[in-house]
């Protein structure tokens, strides 16, 4: 390696795997400049995952935090069987794979989450102390009303891009329902800061969903609605990445206990 060349997986983005109740995950890391430990945010993406919020990774990292987009087991090549119970636990080993990087700053990790993200982001965050900071976006308040869906809409939109039949996906989303209440998380994140952004015109998860989320919160919560936009920012995302980094900047500088300003 020449004297110019960056460290080994220091070039601004580099894949990872780490494990999870013994499965292989993979994701991707993007590296903000800079030697000294960084902020970090873990990104969380929805059910499927389509919108993988890399968009949101690459503008975190020209403003200087690290950020970790992965898979959760069973979809996208990380390994295992999916399951929408495990999830949070996939989540806590993404935690612990950021923690122990010695580029970030173990005391400022947050987490975004969009959709089922959002409800991962939520429930781990309630139980996990490490997780300083919360942004969600069209995360739902129960999560078996928004995907009460037949059989075959469920094939068509979810588990035809996963390793879980229709039928399986149906008792994992009841059950996890009933494993964790989203509103009672979004109250249990208090004194931490909480940001919950919803379109008006998300037509997977209503509007009031959010207003919901954001009531039960304490006051260390910001709400935002945008106007006309989807459930995942389609046509927003711009604004979506303003209003994301634009709240994360103006609490980076937090002690490890403190609350937003």
Known sequence: MSATEPPAGHEGIAGVTFGSDGHRLLGVQYLAAGEEPKPAVLLLHGCPGLEQNLDLAADLRDRGWHSLVFHYRGCWGSAGRYDLRTIPRDVTAALDYLAADPRVDPG??????????G?????TAAAEPRLRAV?????AARLG?????????????FTRFLTVTPQEFAVQRDEAGRMADPLESAAA??????????GTADRWVPVAHAREL??????SCRYVEVDGADHAFSRHRAQLRDLIAGWLAGIRDCEPAGRQA
């Open 135 to 139: 942004a969600v976006y069209g995360a």
């Open 145 to 157: 009303g928004t995907l009460a869906l037949d059989p075959a809409q469920v094939e068509q939109e």
């Open 119 to 123: 409800w991962a982001a939520l429930v």
């Open 214 to 219: 954001a009531a039960r919160a304490g006051p």
């Open 189 to 198: 994140i208090e004194p931490r800061p909480l940001l919950v952004v919803h």
């Open 108 to 117: 400022r990790i947050a987490v975004v989450g969009h959709s089922l993200g």
